[in-house]
Every structure is written in C-alpha cells, then in structure tokens.
C-alpha cells in the first residue's frame, strides 16, 4: 500500500501575502512589492516579487528564510522503513520546524489480528505473506494468553515486537514549512522509492509551490538551450 496522503491544510492567502511583503523589509522595498489577494481570495505572487523570491533561494536557505514563514499541516499514512528516511530529512533542519503527533504501535499492536490493513506486504508473495501473518498471528495469541504483559522482561510482548516488519504503518499529522519541504522535496524528488515521488507529487499541489520546486539550474538550463 502506497502512501495516503488523507489531508492537507495549506497556508491561507493572507499569511502568504503578508510572508511575501515581509520578505522585503532588509531592503525596505515594500513599495516595489506587486503582489496581492484577488477578488476570489486566492494569493498571486508578481512578477517583481517572484523574481526576488529566487534571488534569495539562489542565495541559499539563509537568504531564503522566508520560506521558514509559510506553514503547512499534512496528514499521512505510511510505512515505518519510509518514516524513517522521513526523520532523517526532519534532523537535518531546524528541530522545531517539522512537528508530529503518530499513531502508537505500543498502544495499538495487540488489540487485534494483524492484516495487511496494518503493514505493507504488498511486494511479498501471497503464501509467504499469509504464512507472515499467521505466525505474527499466533504471537499475539501468546501475549494475550500470558496477560498482556508488557516491558523489558514480558517475553511475549517482546516476542511479538520482534516479529513486526518495517512495513508496518503509521499515520502522523505533520506541521512544516516551505523551507524543510525544499530541502526534502529536492533530495528525493528522483528516489527510486514510490513513497518519496508520491510525497514530492503531494508538495507540487501546494499553493505557491514553485518556490518549492524552483532551482537556479532549470533557468540555467533554459539559457543555454538544454
């Protein structure tokens, strides 16, 4: 099972604007600024500004750190192998700006059999896959006949933890910014991993995603011809 992507709150027209007039004040060029909110409520970014905006991301995530400024919240589901590949890309940022709240494995492994509801099996042979479950299955069984013990000395518990698969699943209600969305979103846009293309698909569908996407090697490449 891919990622589900279940909800995005994406940042509101008046923040961007206000980010975006904000992002003026070391020159105190607000006046030069072009940008506004349109009759429907939605934000456009000008001309004057936009080209300002990749002057500063030409400059690197110092000079960019508007970004920092625009904030969005993300509901996902998925595997544990690519939460942690997530956290990796979360530890090379400012610490507070990525946040999570995740669904508990202690609180929730054992309170009902494990299907592929649970874990992602869907690359495993179908045999093997139902053998899989039936021996995390028979596990829990254990536990659950043992009392429920949980610790360091309850052997079940532990028994049944060491049989769970990185593949097992996990929901996590993500708040970040633009910056830390660049920075994983240009890290993983190519990976081979169908979880990092559906997350960087999911950061192309912001508002005012180019500044997410944008590189200085794709106006590079379009003054040479390539």
Not at 31 to 57: H, Q, V, Y
Not at 81 to 99: E, H, L, M, S
Not at 122 to 133: G, I, K, M, T, W
Not at 159 to 169: D, F, K, V
């Amino acid at each position: 099972m891919p990622l589900v992507i279940h909800e995005v709150a994406p940042p509101s027209a008046a923040q961007l604007n206000l980010v975006i007039q904000g992002m003026r004040n070391s020159w105190q060029s607000r006046e030069k600024g072009d940008s506004n909110i349109t009759p429907s409520g939605k934000f456009s970014l000008g001309e004057a500004d936009m080209s300002l905006c990749k002057r500063l991301l030409k400059g690197g995530s110092d000079h960019a750190k508007y970004l920092r400024q625009i904030p969005f919240v993300i509901d996902v589901s998925g595997p544990d192998f690519w939460w942690r590949q997530f956290d990796q890309y979360a530890a090379g940022v400012v610490p507070t700006d990525i946040t999570t709240n995740s669904t508990s494995q202690m609180h929730t492994l054992g309170r009902e059999r494990v299907t592929e509801e649970h874990i992602d099996l869907q690359d495993v042979p179908y045999y093997e896959r139902q053998a899989y479950l039936e021996l995390v299955e028979q596990a829990r069984l254990r536990w659950l006949e043992a009392g429920k013990r949980k610790g360091p000395h309850a052997k079940e518990w532990r028994g049944l933890l060491q049989l769970i698969s990185t593949g097992w699943r996990y929901r996590r209600c993500v708040s970040m910014n633009y910056q830390s969305a660049r920075a994983m979103y240009h890290a993983r846009q190519h990976h081979r991993e169908w979880e990092w293309r559906q997350w960087c698909n999911a950061m192309e569908q912001l508002p005012l995603y180019e500044l997410i996407i944008w590189s200085p090697k794709q106006e590079e490449s379009h003054a040479t011809g390539n």
